[in-house]
């Protein structure tokens, strides 16, 4: 008899959490729907990033929100798969993951928008979609599925969301495909699958 142990996913629940805190600090500190208040507070705003060279804007506007329900959506989609990810990567490729596809599509729809575009953008949304970029990747190296992932439920995601995003005003969906592309070329490098024998050992323990 044998039972399967999942490996702890902290990184997700501490990239939740970070959010989560930083929306609390910006509602106290001010309006999170301001949007002169959040580009000042470190959105990307592209005068700043380009003239001013205020790069750090690329990584904090990756936990700003534009209101609650920006920040709820989000993070709903982090909590239910980031931590798929998070065990077939490993905690800290996983970071470099998120992290990565987070500025870097910030970046591309930075420099797609040019340098004096009035445009204040914020949200993880580019780093989410790149989980779901790496995702697709880690399921298509497992014959369609992982865990309790097939690839039919993340190609329909992905559709759902592109749509909703194109559907809508204010969506930043040059990030969201920036960061889509950016997650399967990092799932790409840093994905590995597990041989058969090394996994058996790592995820079942035989008890009586």
């Known amino acids: 008899m044998g039972y399967q142990l999942r490996k702890k996913s902290y990184v997700t629940g501490i990239l939740i959490a970070c959010n989560v805190i930083t929306f609390l600090y910006l509602e106290i500190a ?3 729907q301001d949007v002169r208040f ?4 470190g959105a990307v ?5 380009i003239y001013e060279k205020e790069y750090y804007r690329l990584l904090t506007a990756i936990f700003m929100h534009f209101g609650i329900d920006h920040i709820i959506n989000n993070m709903i989609v982090l909590f239910a798969l980031g931590d798929n990810l998070e065990r077939a990567l490993g905690h800290v490729k996983y970071l470099i993951l998120y992290l990565a596809c987070g500025v870097g599509s910030n970046l591309v729809s930075l420099l797609m928008g ?3 575009s009035m445009v204040v953008s914020a949200g993880a949304s580019g780093a989410i979609f790149g989980v779901v970029g790496g995702l697709l990747t880690a399921v298509l190296k497992n014959k369609g599925k992982l865990e309790d992932l097939n690839i039919r439920q993340l190609a329909f995601m992905v559709a759902l969301s ?6 809508e005003s204010g969506v ?3 990030a969201h495909v920036a960061g889509l592309l950016l997650g399967i070329l990092f799932g790409l490098i840093l ?3 597990p041989k058969r024998d090394v996994d058996r050992r790592e995820n079942y323990y ?3």
């Open 114 to 116: 040019g340098p004096d």
């Open 45 to 49: 705003f592209a005068p700043a990033v």
């Open 172 to 174: 930043d969906n040059v």
């Open 162 to 167: 592109l749509y909703l995003g194109f559907t």
């Open 191 to 193: 994905y590995r699958k």
């Open 206 to 208: 035989e008890g009586f």
């Open 38 to 41: 959040m580009a000042e507070s």
């Open 30 to 32: 001010g309006s999170s």
